[in-house]
């Protein structure tokens, strides 16, 4: 674990180094490139002055409300794909024609339906996450071995108890990635809607920053995006990668 750490911050000084040789040599003018003191100093004014905090709360309402409502939607449609023939007939093809859909698509309908509001963007993450995880559900519960049903049934279960005891603890190892997946399309679709009108939120100080010329808000705003992403991944899709693996003994140690 302590290699693993010593790796990562070796790994990031050099990408700092970089970025500050690349400014050093004055390939491009400073308001586009700005160097990380200029950026770090812009993210502390910002943080500062709650403007960035403020947009994290927005953001992150936005997206765990998306992302909430998908997850169970989701979970139903794969579930009833997985089940009924006919619903694997007809609504599985329309998934995986609709995932394939940019996110950015859905935002004129958005629009058009809801107005210039808060409805429009939470419509647009759900959408933007919605069929990445019901096709996660759908290949999970599908591609659980028989030999595990059968030997629950063996065992004395049936029904729900069979479907919460053993068919979904044995497709998470499908599930979980496509939550994953999930949400960084959930992040993508949201900073489109955010991107598009202003609407507060991170989205909205990108957008100000491009405006206004102001590349050190906007790495500063990239880089908030992507700590939360790195944040999320560790301390709740990597945690439950962790004990997922325990529970199947899995886990192994490079």
């Known amino acids: ?39 770090f100093a812009t993210l502390i004014s910002g943080l500062s002055d709650s403007s960035f905090l403020i947009a994290i709360g927005i953001s992150l309402k936005r997206i765990f ?5 998908s997850i ?30 940019p ?8 629009l058009l339906w809801f107005g210039l509001n808060e409805k429009a963007i939470i419509f ?54 496509g939550l994953k997946q999930g949400w960084a399309f959930a992040w993508r679709s949201l900073m489109a809607g955010e991107l598009l009108f202003v609407s507060m939120g991170l989205g909205y100080l990108l ?11 906007v790495i500063a705003v990239m880089l908030s995006i992507a700590l939360i992403s790195i944040l999320v991944d560790k301390l709740v899709f990597g945690q439950i990668e962790r004990n997922m693996r325990r529970k199947w003994g899995t886990e192994i140690s490079i």
Request: hydrophobic fraction near 55%; charged fraction near 15%.
């Open 1 to 39: 674990m302590q290699k693993k750490i010593i790796r990562q911050i070796i790994f990031y000084f050099f990408l700092l180094i970089l970025w500050e040789a690349l400014v050093l040599l004055k390939l491009w003018p400073e308001y586009v490139f700005p160097s990380p003191l200029k950026v």
């Open 65 to 69: 409300i998306g992302y909430g409502i």
């Open 72 to 101: 169970v939607l989701g979970g139903m449609m794969g579930m009833l794909m997985c089940k009924y023939k006919l619903v694997n007939d007809t609504l599985g093809g329309l998934v995986l024609g609709l995932q394939t859909l």
């Open 103 to 110: 996110s950015i698509c859905w935002l004129p309908l958005a």
């Open 124 to 177: 647009v993450v759900i959408m933007g996450a919605l069929f990445s995880i019901t096709i996660a559900f759908d290949s999970g519960i599908r591609n659980v071995p028989r030999l595990y049903i059968k030997a629950g049934k063996n065992m004395g279960a049936r029904n729900m108890t069979l479907f919460w005891e053993v068919m979904l603890p044995a497709a998470l190892p499908v599930i979980i990635p």
């Open 207 to 217: 957008m100000m920053g491009r405006e206004l010329n102001d590349m050190s808000q």
